[in-house]
């Protein structure tokens, strides 16, 4: 059981470069959802979706796209990256949107990026 | 990771002994509350929850307890081993929201 598989660990980016980063998780939840930790910061959500289809927006959403076409899968898009995107970036999901001790959120191990 | 760290309270203590590791939140209308556990380079994971309905739960070595009135919260440690190093955070959700307010955390130093 892999839980919730984050890619790339690492990834530099140039100011103005796009890239995706991938979210899987095979627990067959409902709930998944992005957020960014930065130092001196809790974790701040920046998108997430409650089913396949359905997105919204959390606390930080500006210069990140998501799509949600699948249970599984949960991509964030970097349209045109920016310094201050630079951040440790957290995928998450739960079997339920409420949070609920049922339903506990689930952390994958996060991917690193750097915007010069 | 090693960088969200920078700017964390620290807590030291000797393997062996009792870690208390604490946090105040923000909204007196939060109904659940959750502590995570972070080691370096990996996501946060789940270690135990509370409800507002209740002031203390108790799981394997660890007990979270809750007092409402100054909106405290606090997570004990039995017999702290190096493995528990990491940074620990709180975490609060708003009764009637689908929201997470994240503390910024505490690491925790274990000494030998």
């Known amino acids: 059981n892999a839980g919730v598989t984050q890619t790339p660990k690492f990834q530099v980016l140039k100011t103005g470069q796009s890239m995706t980063l991938q979210c899987a998780q095979d627990?067959?939840?409902?709930?998944m959802s992005w957020y960014r930790q930065d130092p001196g910061m809790g974790l701040r959500l920046i998108h997430y979706?409650?089913?396949?289809?359905?997105?919204d927006q959390g606390e930080v959403p500006n210069g990140y796209n998501v799509s949600r076409s699948t249970t599984e899968d949960f991509p964030l898009r970097l349209l045109s990256a920016a310094p201050s995107q630079t951040s440790v970036y957290f995928c998450?999901?739960?079997?339920?949107?409420?949070?609920?001790?049922?339903?506990?959120?689930?952390f994958g191990n996060g991917t690193r990026l750097t915007v010069t | 990771g090693e960088s969200v760290g920078l700017h964390l309270p620290t807590l030291s203590v000797q393997e062996g002994d009792n870690s208390i590791i604490n946090c105040a939140y923000s909204?007196?209308?939060?109904?659940?509350f959750i502590w995570y556990k972070q080691e370096s380079g990996k996501g946060p994971q789940f270690i135990i929850d509370?409800?507002?309905?209740?002031d203390k739960r108790q799981g394997q070595r660890v007990t979270v307890l809750l007092n409402k009135t100054v909106k405290h919260l606090s997570l004990q440690i039995a017999a702290t081993q190096p493995g528990d190093s990491a940074v620990y955070f709180c975490?609060?959700?708003?009764?009637?929201?689908?929201?997470?307010?994240f503390g910024t955390g505490t690491r925790l130093k274990v000494l030998a």
């Open positions: 975490a609060e959700t708003p009764a009637g929201t689908y929201k997470y307010i």
């Open positions: 909204n007196s209308a939060s109904d659940y």
């Open positions: 979706s409650v089913g396949a289809g359905i997105t």
């Open positions: 509370i409800r507002s309905n209740m």
């Open positions: 627990m067959n939840h409902e709930y």
């Open positions: 998450a999901s739960s079997q339920d949107r409420r949070p609920d001790p049922n339903s506990p959120l689930h």
